[in-house]
């Protein structure tokens, strides 16, 4: 196979952000069909990212009855993510689908499987992990320069930015707000830097509080109250079995200053980490204290490789490098799986104004 034939389910704003551009900028992809419930956004995207033959689908099911086709990106709302790639692993197509994996776990958890039982690659598109800093603090954290990370913080706050397009206020189709949106980044960027993947209890709370505000200030135009039937902010506190805390914090709207989306800030017995001003480290040495700030931005650092590469390229060919040569996928289904879990916990938390535990 010299190419992964490559179909697109959902036009809309994440697939021509980011999957569209990045893929048609990897040579050994091609995008051969489109699919869109709004015939005109496939029909756009074709002319602008698809090979000359490429088809146009309004039905999903009709796209993966091609045997030609290899790969699926599934870039559709939360609540249709689990129907749409269990149906293409069914069919015999790898699966790119974008974050959250699902809206709730169970269907995350019926993704896995679907993706054990065909054999078909399945993998979530958590790209913050592709950062060159993110990248550069995985590494640090692997190699054990933080020690044993006890502490941690998932920053994905914002002041006024409340998506007010598509289905982002939507809570049957997207299943939350801020938190299964951008909290998720941060919640994932977590968990992988910790590489601890075994959460015991939950204590959060959301709320919908500057949601009901009238011509509010806003990146993308006021919103509707009416219509913001998700919470603003959710915040949680996260216990793992280790002993670790995590604590998540997320809102598309909060009066505050410190604004930080898809960050983390590490604490471990060697060292300390944060993304909030750069990439910094901290830490004792030789009896007094340290702050080392690390410059990613202007060629990488000395023996790190590859800081001057798009995210979202570097997501997309990473992907499609796994697919084309058997390789484990970076996002892995079961790492997104209890991204999933644990976000259901918060919100579940938030709803009973109880601790959720886990099995």
């Known amino acids: 196979m010299s190419k992964l034939r ?8 994440i697939a021509n952000g980011k999957h569209l551009p990045s893929l048609s900028k990897v040579q050994e992809a091609e995008i051969v069909a489109f699919c869109d419930i709004v015939v005109e956004r496939a029909e756009d995207a074709k002319a602008k990212y698809g090979t000359s033959e490429a088809k146009v689908y309004t039905n999903y099911h009709e796209l993966l009855s091609d045997p030609s086709i290899d790969v699926i990106h599934v870039c559709t709302p939360n609540d249709s993510h689990a129907e749409i790639s269990i149906a293409s ?13 699902a809206k709730v776990a169970a269907d995350a958890r019926r993704m896995l499987e679907t ?10 598109g958590y790209n913050n992990r592709f950062r060159s800093d993110s990248r550069y603090l ?3 954290c692997s190699e054990g320069e933080l020690g044993e990370i006890y502490y941690a913080r998932a920053h994905a706050i914002r002041r006024r930015a409340v998506p007010t397009w598509g289905v982002f206020l939507d809570e049957e189709k997207q299943g939350g707000g801020p938190l299964i949106d951008i909290g998720t980044h941060a919640l994932d960027l977590v968990l992988w830097m910790m ?21 509010a200030a806003n990146a993308w135009g006021p919103w509707d109250p009416k219509e913001f039937t998700v919470e603003d902010s959710a915040f ?9 805390s995590i604590v998540i914090e997320s809102s598309w709207a909060l009066n505050t200053l410190d604004i930080d989306e898809a960050k983390v800030s590490l604490s471990g017995t060697k060292a300390g980490a944060d993304m909030k001003n750069g990439l910094r480290i901290n830490g004792e040495k030789n009896s007094r204290l340290y702050v080392n700030e690390i410059e990613l931005n202007s060629g990488g650092v000395a023996f790190y490789d590859g800081a001057s590469e798009d995210p979202a390229e570097l997501e997309m060919r990473t992907w499609v490098d796994a697919v084309l040569n058997d390789k484990d996928v970076l996002v892995k289904p ?24 886990f099995d």
């Open 138 to 140: 995985k590494q640090l």
């Open 89 to 101: 692993m069914e069919a015999g197509k790898h699966v790119l689908c974008e974050k959250p994996m």
């Open 195 to 215: 590489d601890n993947y075994k959460p015991k209890a939950v204590l959060g709370r959301t709320y919908h509080k500057l949601s009901q505000t009238e011509n």
């Open 6 to 13: 490559i179909g697109i389910i959902g036009c809309g704003g």
């Open 334 to 357: 079961e790492q997104a799986l209890v991204v999933s879990e644990i976000l259901e916990a918060i919100y579940e938390s938030a709803r009973t104004g109880k601790a959720v535990y």
């Open 236 to 244: 949680a506190m996260i216990t793992m079995e280790n002993g670790a």
């Open 115 to 124: 993706s054990q039982r065909t054999g078909k690659k399945l993998s979530i």
